[in-house]
T-cell receptor, first 114, second 114 residues
Framework: GQQLNQSPQSMFIQEGEDVSMNCTSSSIFNTWLWYKQDPGEGPVLLIALYKAGELTSNGRLTAQFGITRKDSFLNISASIPSDVGIYFCAGHRIYGFGNEKLTFGTGTRLTIIP | KAGVTQTPRYLIKTRGQQVTLSCSPISGHRSVSWYQQTPGQGLQFLFEYFSETQRNKGNFPGRFSGRQFSNSRSEMNVSTLELGDSALYLC?????????????FGPGTRLTVL
């Protein structure tokens, strides 16, 4: 199945560091979404982006919808232990009336080193 | 408000068997989407149901099917199980669809096929 290219695959950082991850695609999307998944749980929506060029913040999280509509990035500032988990980007595209699809990135596993 | 619930949480089956997974959406949500999550393929969209009708479908074989009841609860069925069907199956609900509303994911059903 189709997937978005998400990088990096994993990150090992110290508490307090800033984090940056991004997603790229060969297709354009109408909406970019960023999710976080904790072990044993389903993904939880962090940020939704609806317009090319849009920059949105949610607390320490900032995400941007690329101008080409083919990419997005997520930044986390001053990481804390509860930021540990897997982060997924997702692109939503509407192909026609009643025909839409959400495509997920491959995920970035964030680990905080004590 | 209760979140999305999925039953069972864990399931072990053998090749050739069939399985039915259940998803209860958040009260008032009419759209239910199903996803398959594996380490190798990530999160892949299976299908979406709205008002008891399948509205969108991913690229999975016909062994994967689903349905939605009048109370918006949804079931997913996999027939003639294969080893590669081992995965975490997630369902997500939203008010009227992922293009306009936030999707909320359940904790998933982890299926192991032996």
């Amino acid at each position: 199945g189709q997937q978005l290219n998400q990088s990096p695959q994993s990150m090992f950082i110290q508490e307090g560091e800033d984090v940056s991850m991004n997603c790229t695609s060969s297709s354009i999307f109408n909406t970019w979404l960023w999710y976080k998944q904790d072990p044993g749980e389903g993904p939880v929506l962090l940020i939704a982006l609806y317009k090319a060029g849009e920059l949105t913040s949610n607390g320490r999280l900032t995400a941007q919808f690329g101008i080409t509509r083919k990419d997005s990035f997520l930044n986390i500032s001053a990481s804390i232990p509860s930021d540990v988990g897997i982060y997924f980007c997702a692109g939503h595209r509407i192909y026609g009336f009643g025909n839409e699809k959400l495509t997920f990135g491959t995920g970035t596993r964030l680990t905080i080193i004590p | 408000k209760a979140g999305v619930t999925q039953t069972p949480r864990y399931l072990i089956k053998t090749r050739g068997q069939q399985v039915t997974l259940s998803c209860s959406p958040i009260s008032g949500h009419r759209s239910v989407s199903w996803y398959q999550q594996t380490p190798g393929q990530g999160l892949q969209f299976l299908f979406e149901y709205f008002s008891e009708t399948q509205r969108n479908k991913g690229n999975f074989p016909g062994r994967f099917s689903g349905r939605q009841f009048s109370n918006s609860r949804s079931e997913m069925n996999v027939s003639t199980l294969e080893l590669g069907d081992s995965a975490l199956y997630l369902c997500a609900s939203s008010l009227s669809g992922p293009s306009t509303d936030t999707q909320y994911f359940g904790p998933g059903t982890r299926l192991t096929v032996l």
